[in-house]
């Protein structure tokens, strides 16, 4: 089972060193179990694993964690060359391929949100391309609903607020 359980932390290790941007909990897991390589208990304490010894770091919001490779995981992944198969780095390699803008849109807009001293909730909305920021916005509001409803609606409308900005500042 070790041997098992060390194979699930290099497959996630190889996904995320395939990348330049971050990789969310959802879409590592959801590959993993949409290839029926393992349960979803297993994934998450292979990452938990993971981040434990250093070798992923974590960003966490309301809604999801995005995950990185450290330095030390691309070089702990170079001594386990063999430790997935082929046939899994290919299907790594295909999933990337052919989902790369989605994977990339989902870890590059994301709003988050937290009490503000003083009452009310900050909620923080972003936009960005690798680790460079195209827009980082912050509002107040009034109430936590409030701020889950303008977290969602920048998943949803960030082009659209994105496009109006400029269009009213570039004017």
């Known amino acids: 089972m070790a041997d098992l359980n060390t194979m699930y932390r290099v497959i996630i290790l190889y996904m995320l060193s395939r990348l330049e941007f971050p990789l969310t909990n959802t879409q590592i897991t959801n590959f993993i179990l949409e290839k029926e390589y393992t349960d979803y208990f297993t994934v998450q304490q292979a990452i938990s694993d993971l981040l434990s010894s250093g070798l992923i770091t974590a960003e966490s919001t309301h809604n999801n964690t995005r995950y990185r490779i450290t330095e030390e995981g691309h070089e702990t992944l170079q001594f386990f060359p063999d430790k997935i198969s082929d046939e899994i780095k290919e299907d790594i390699r295909i999933h990337f391929k052919e989902h790369h ?40 509001v009034q109430t936590k609903e409030q701020a889950r409803v303008v977290c969602a609606n920048w998943e949803k409308e960030n082009i659209e607020v994105y496009a109006l900005l400029m269009d009213m500042l570039v004017k």
Do not use: F, M, W
Request: aromatic fraction near 12%; glycine fraction near 8%.
């Open 101 to 140: 803008y989605e994977l990339k849109q989902e870890t590059a807009v994301y709003a988050d949100y937290y009490k503000a001293a003083g009452g009310g909730y900050q909620v923080h909305c972003h936009i960005r391309n690798l680790d460079s920021p195209v827009l980082d916005l912050s509002l107040r």
